[in-house]
Structures are given as structure tokens and as C-alpha cells.
T-cell receptor
Framework: GEDVEQSLFLSVREGDSSVINCTYTDSSSTYLYWYKQEPGAGLQLLTY?????DMKQDQRLTVLLNKKDKHLSLRIADTQTGDSAIYFC???????????FGTGTRLTVIP | SQTIHQWPATLVQPVGSPLSLECTVE??????LYWYRQAAGRGLQLLFY??????ISSEVPQNLSASRPQDRQFILSSKKLLLSDSGFYLCAWSDHRDNYGYTFGSGTRLTVV
């Protein structure tokens, strides 16, 4: 399987930008995802990027992929208190049971 | 559109009692189905996955079992719960044709007392 690693915690002030980082080990991973989990809820797919892309922007979210370093990041611009949640990075390919999740980064937004 | 339902949302069970959690998917056929457990404040642990009716793969040895009696139904069971079975259980599905990401249910909070 693949190892996907994230830092466990991140705190930012409301209005600042948040950057959540993720590294993975399998260079053949073709799909990379960011999920958001609010307290007591399931995981919600936020955004994804294919391995042939370097960047994807979707409103306040920017995903950067450095395929050489196997590094993925999620930038949230103008972070709001509603962005407080656990963010999971996931990497993998096609087929069943071929998606591997990081441990999640708990983002705390300070008012 | 596809939807995934998971119930119950919350469950408190005594040690030694049985368990049955159910997950159903609508709007798709032959999905890949998954059961994950999330211990308090921790990441996801894949427990079981299934690529078809009656086909169950177990990722970790444990006190739990899974079954897929119908194409879009996935059940997580235990004959006798342990305290260590407490956690947040998540069901998920993916499309067998392309497996573009997983869609998760809303989760079941299980507390074994």
C-alpha cells in the first residue's frame, strides 16, 4: 500500500490563509483528493487533482501538486471559522481499495 | 443522483452485546463498498471492502465481520462487542468503473459501555 502523511494540527487566525500539506510515497498515484470532516459527520469530498496537473483552483481553495517531491497542499484563502474541521489527504489509482488516506489535519480557526 | 445512507447515527451498547450497522447506496449499480473505523481524534482505518455480492475482503483481524447480502447493502456486525470496538464507523462507496474517489456516509458513533 501507500503511505500518506500529514501533520496533525494547524491553527490560523480568521482571515488568514491556511496551508495544509501532505506527502505520499507511490509515484504512480494518479488521483489525489482533499476531504473535509466536520465534527460528528462523515467525510465530504472538497476537491481533487489528477497527477497530470500542477494546480487547481476552486474559489477559496487552491491545490498544488509537486509530483517530483510527491507533495500535495491545500490552501484555503480568507479562512473562516466554518473552515474549522479535519482535512484528509488521499492518494491512489483506479480499482477497488486503491485509495489511501492520511491521518488528517485538524484545522482550528481562531476568531 | 447517488446517495448513501448509514444508520443508526448513534449507538450505545453494552460489552458482550451484538452489533449490526447498515449501509445502503442508491442510484448506482455494483458499487465498491467500504467500512472504515475512526478512533477518537485519529485517522481512518479500513476494516472491510467489497467489490460484489458476497465478496468481502478484510483488512485487519478483529472482532467484527461484514456481509453484502444485496448489491447496494453493506452490513457491519459483531456477535459480542468489546470496549475497544467503540469508535466512529463510516461506510463509503466508489464507482467500480472508475473509482474516482469515495463518497462517505454520515457515520455511526458507537459507544460500548
Amino acid at each position: 500500500g501507500e503511505d500518506v502523511e500529514q501533520s496533525l494540527f494547524l491553527s490560523v487566525r480568521e482571515g488568514d490563509s491556511s496551508v495544509i500539506n501532505c506527502t505520499y510515497t507511490d509515484s504512480s498515484s494518479t488521483y489525489l483528493y482533499w476531504y473535509k470532516q466536520e465534527p460528528g459527520a462523515g467525510l465530504q469530498l472538497l476537491t481533487y487533482i489528477f497527477s497530470n496537473m500542477d494546480m487547481k483552483q476552486d474559489q477559496r481553495l487552491t491545490v498544488l501538486l509537486n509530483k517530483k517531491d510527491k507533495h500535495l497542499s491545500l490552501r484555503i484563502a480568507d479562512t473562516q471559522t466554518g473552515d474549522s474541521a479535519i482535512y484528509f489527504c488521499a492518494a491512489g489509482g483506479r480499482g477497488a481499495n486503491n485509495l489511501f488516506f492520511g491521518t488528517g489535519t485538524r484545522l482550528t480557526v481562531i476568531p | 443522483s447517488q446517495t448513501i445512507h448509514q444508520w443508526p447515527a448513534t449507538l450505545v451498547q453494552p460489552v458482550g452485546s451484538p452489533l449490526s450497522l447498515e449501509c445502503t447506496v442508491e442510484g448506482t449499480s455494483n458499487p465498491n463498498l467500504y467500512w472504515y473505523r475512526q478512533a477518537a481524534g485519529r485517522g481512518l482505518q479500513l476494516l472491510f471492502y467489497s467489490v460484489g455480492i458476497g465478496q468481502i475482503s478484510s483488512e485487519v483481524p478483529q472482532n467484527l465481520s461484514a456481509s453484502r447480502p444485496q448489491d447496494r447493502q453493506f452490513i457491519l456486525s459483531s456477535k459480542k462487542l468489546l470496549l475497544s470496538d467503540s469508535g466512529f464507523y463510516l461506510c463509503a462507496w466508489s464507482d467500480h468503473r472508475d473509482n474516482y474517489g469515495y463518497t462517505f456516509g454520515s457515520g455511526t458513533r458507537l459507544t460500548v459501555v
